[in-house]
């Protein structure tokens, strides 16, 4: 049994319900964009990304720490796809092997498309909901978690 410490973090421990989605993307599709779609165009309010395989022929992240977009043009294998998702916006991270297994990650911006395929799985936790509100310590837009209140 998973158990969370106590502290000043937000967390929820429940047994939550959840839905699953499986959905394919294809040559030519921005991977980010299409992400973002589907959660606004599902109304999705607390997704996260279960698994993803597939491959990207140009990349776009943003390494730790950096302003400045890193931009690439080859063929990549997609090896991780990690964050969080709702119709008010997404925090995901990728991470991205090439010919010879050397891998790059950062923050997942639009501008990755797909080479040949993207497999995505996400889950959506129902009773809860993902916001992103600016953050006074951070300054940036960070995740906000709601209970929606629903009673089972």
């Keep these: 049994m998973l158990s969370l410490a106590s502290g000043c973090a937000t967390h929820f421990k429940k ?36 698994t993803c395989v597939g491959s990207l022929r140009k ?19 997609i090896v991780s796809l990690v964050g969080t998702f709702s119709a008010d916006g997404s925090h995901l991270h990728i991470s991205l092997s ?6 790059i990650g950062g923050h997942l ?5 797909i080479y ?14 993902f916001n992103r509100e ?6 940036f837009k960070e995740l906000k978690i709601k209970n929606r209140g629903h009673n089972h």
Aim: without cysteine; hydrophobic residues 35%; negative net charge.
């Design 134 to 139: 600016i953050d006074p310590e951070t300054t």
């Design 98 to 103: 090439d010919s010879t297994g050397a891998t």
């Design 15 to 50: 047994h939550l319900p959840m839905t699953v989605y499986a959905l394919r993307l294809h040559p030519g599709q921005d991977l980010k964009r299409e992400l973002d779609a589907f959660a606004k165009g599902n109304h999705l309010q607390a997704g996260f990304v279960i």
């Design 109 to 113: 911006l639009e501008g990755n498309e």
């Design 59 to 77: 990349v776009k992240l943003r390494p730790a720490n950096q302003k400045e977009p890193l931009l690439r043009e080859a063929k990549f294998e």
């Design 116 to 129: 040949t395929t993207a497999e995505i799985v996400l889950g959506e936790a129902d009773q809860l909901q």
